[in-house]
């Protein structure tokens, strides 16, 4: 696992508790993750964690099934959101608002603007 795979939204999939406990077969993780993941209003089970990131078109957790981010870099064949001509556009800024993740906004930010380091 020493490759980083970046989601199409920023957040490093390689440091997801999903794709880690996929990868390495860590059903105790699987349970702890979907325990955490899991609200009043929507109960996530063990089996749902299961990623292979989210650009690699394996098996996907039971949100990036869902992700409208995911879908339409997918339709747009881009490789992640800072190489769209739409960047930032509202379903992204939406979803970060959402995974509250800075790293995933920087990350971005960093692979549209390499000269600004």
Known sequence: MSNKIVAFCGLLCTECPAY???QTDDREMRVKTAKGWSTKDHKVDADDI???GCPGGGR???FCTECEVRTCAIE?????C?????Y???????????IQSPDAVE???KIRH???D
């Open 76 to 80: 747009r064949s881009l490789v992640h």
């Open 88 to 98: 930032a556009c509202d379903k992204l800024t939406r979803l970060w608002n959402i």
């Open 50 to 52: 299961v990623c292979d």
């Open 114 to 116: 390499p000269d600004l």
């Open 20 to 22: 880690i406990a996929t």
């Open 60 to 62: 996907l957790n039971v």
């Open 107 to 109: 990350r971005l930010e």
């Open 82 to 86: 800072a190489a769209c001509d739409d």
